[in-house]
């Protein structure tokens, strides 16, 4: 059974950070791209972050450049992505996913984790 456990969401204020963690099981991890999505209220799902399977590259959406970063850990099943500088416009559920391929379409991931909430206020 394919599990994807996020954890780590929370409010956080303006100008602050989070780390974001995804647990992963019942499929091959390590030769997945994994990445993060995440969903603000009234608006569609939407591409964060992706990592490649051995950690060596990753992509970013425009929106979180330079403030995100992500990494895994093929021997623990996880991955992580860091957030600073968070923003208002950052507010949304956050998502693992997995696979995660280029151009980061929703549409084109297997398996997708519970979501967790982040909320950055004033």
């Known amino acids: 059974q394919v599990r994807l456990v996020e954890s780590g969401g929370g409010l956080v204020e303006v100008g602050g950070s989070l780390r974001l963690s995804c647990a992963a099981s019942?499929?091959?991890?390590?030769?997945?791209?994994m990445g993060w999505f995440r969903q603000a209220p009234g608006k569609e799902r939407e591409f964060v972050a992706r990592i490649f399977w051995n950690g060596d590259s990753a992509d970013f959406a425009d929106s979180v450049k330079g403030r995100f970063t992500i990494s895994r850990d093929n021997a623990k099943k996880t991955v992580t992505l860091q957030m600073n500088s968070l923003k208002f416009e950052d507010t949304a559920v956050y998502y693992c996913?997995?696979?995660?391929?280029?151009?980061?379409?929703?549409?084109?991931?297997?398996?997708w984790g519970q979501g967790t909430q982040v909320t950055v206020s004033s």
């Open positions: 019942g499929f091959s991890f390590s030769t997945y791209a």
């Open positions: 996913a997995a696979p995660v391929l280029s151009g980061g379409s929703a549409q084109r991931v297997s398996y």
